[in-house]
């Protein structure tokens, strides 16, 4: 499953997110939303929307119905959610 997050504010950069569990974050009451995310997801990156803002682009390889992961060659990419916000 990918999920792609379209946001048209100003944009990030990944890099310039506080460390939620440093020390001087741990009482902040906002700033875990992306940890939770890369925590969750097996893949997760942040990239400069095509109109502006950014996108968070993030997948997670679903079980099949076996309990296994499913195939590479699944066609899982079909169930994609797609959020503008």
């Known amino acids: 499953m990918v999920i792609h997050v379209l946001d048209e ?3 990030f950069k990944l890099r310039d997110v506080p460390n ?4 001087e974050n741990l009482l902040s009451t906002s ?7 890369r925590s ?4 997760f990156d942040v990239v400069p ?11 997670k390889k679903l079980p099949g119905a076996d ?3 499913a195939n590479d060659n699944d066609q899982g990419d079909q169930n994609a959610t797609s959020h503008q916000a």
């Open 67 to 69: 309990g296994h992961p």
């Open 9 to 11: 504010g100003k944009g």
């Open 49 to 59: 929307g095509r109109t502006g803002g950014a996108e968070i682009i993030m997948s």
């Open 20 to 23: 939620p569990l440093a020390e």
């Open 31 to 37: 700033g875990r939303g992306i940890f939770l995310m």
């Open 40 to 43: 969750f997801m097996d893949e």
